[in-house]
DNA sequence: ATAATAGTGTCTATAAGACAATATGTA
DNA sequence: TACATATTGTCTTATAGACACTATTAT
């Protein structure tokens, strides 16, 4: 079979909670096109490579993240013709959510990599649509988050309930009520499971250290404010 | 930039529900590679053709549907670079749900085309990996029920509170309560507006008719039993 | 009248959200 | 001690689910 020429691209949603903030990592594009601005991480899938198996590869260059631990999931794949001014260029969106790094940008490409508020992402202020790709992907997690244990991927191993709400917090950008988030998380069936040890890291009185539980979805689910 | 050799498609779940059951549109395949199989229609992106463009024409072609009011949603890429013994095939799959045809696959190429009982299709009867990209649509339908309107896509214009139910109960294989349903519906703001006529098409008391209303989302969501 | 489906009311258990009160550490 | 955060409890309101009951047509 003869094909159309045409380049096939995965773009990396990478997400962390840091300072209360929802932020993503972004890329200052060293050429052309869009040469200077913020873009997505990506880059070209390989001949014989997965769509995942590219989205990995490119997670771990940037971040040094290579543990297949690290959540990472489809979006969506952007195909219109124009999109990319260099060719007809169809690019897969993935979404990856990581903890707060202790080393962040470890990787190879990470001298321009910047971690940055989602909030402060201004409106055409990103190389390509990634503007567009960011907000499905920032809008997937606000979803996920309701029904599934997906926030303890932004947490190390071991959390408080505390830091758990923190993630609600910033992700959804609204507070909630301690006493409550508390007792509703503690309820839902194998969302997380206590550790028995305690940390004293948030001040106050010790916190009781949980790590996830098995449950894939939540019920019920946790409802934004 | 000079590209790898690939191809891009697009392939269609187009669902139905009839006679009480969810139904999909497959096609016999009339030539190789898995000739003789059943498939999903779909067919290759054409150039300078967005990917939504590609569906919507192959989805035209295949049931004469050609209305804009269509629900089309992307659901996934599928890339594993063996996937297509052809060569390097990456598809998009798309969701189409329309509502129960007066006149079946009235399109062109509809020779070979059915409807087949979703739950009828034997593990690896599909051609490709047509079978987890079914299952995945199929999942992604039962979990848009719950928090949208989507259910009113596979019924007529107007329909009754009974229709809309049957369409839940085929879609996610499990009996509701008529009367807890019924409550649940017209109490949602926004998901159906009374028409003001009624309609005896069911039988019993005449049932009063309702179009699709506003809401894009449900508050509260409908609940799977 | 009888059958069939539409639609309303009522009750109970569960969950959400507001918020008081208590517990246990550090400065 | 004062302060900060954790954790439990209580109350009110809303919703889910079970199910009795009434309403309106066709035959």
Redesign the pocket.
């Known amino acids: 079979m003869d094909f159309e020429p045409l380049g096939l691209a995965t773009d990396l949603v990478i997400l962390t909670v840091r300072d209360g903030r929802l932020q993503v990592l972004l890329i200052r594009r060293g050429i052309a096109p869009y040469q200077g601005r913020w873009a997505l991480p990506g880059g070209f899938v390989r001949p014989d490579e997965d769509l995942e198996t590219t989205a990995r590869r490119e997670l771990a260059e940037e971040t040094g993240l290579s543990s297949d631990r690290i959540h990472l999931e489809q979006v969506a794949t952007y195909g219109a013709p124009d999109r990319d001014p260099r060719g007809r260029v169809v690019s897969v969106a993935y979404l990856a959510l990581v903890p707060d790094l202790p080393a962040p940008t470890a990787g190879s490409d990470a001298a321009s990599a910047h971690w940055i508020n989602t909030t402060d992402v201004d409106a055409g202020s990103l190389a390509f649509d990634h503007q567009r790709i960011l907000a499905d992907a920032v809008e997937r997690a606000r979803a996920k988050l309701e029904y599934s244990p997906l926030a303890t991927a932004f947490c190390p191993p071991e959390f408080?309930?505390?830091e758990l709400r923190g993630v609600y917090e910033a992700v959804w950008g609204t507070p909630l009520?301690?006493?409550?988030f508390?007792?509703?998380v503690?309820k839902t069936t194998n969302f997380v499971e206590p550790v028995g040890s305690t940390t004293?890291r948030?001040?106050?009185?010790?916190?009781?250290l949980f790590h996830r539980g098995t449950a894939t979805t939540l019920h019920?689910p946790m409802?934004r404010g």
Chains 1, 2 share one sequence.
């Open positions: 408080t309930i505390s009520d301690p006493r409550n508390h007792r509703k503690t004293t948030d001040g106050g009185r010790p916190a009781q019920p409802t």
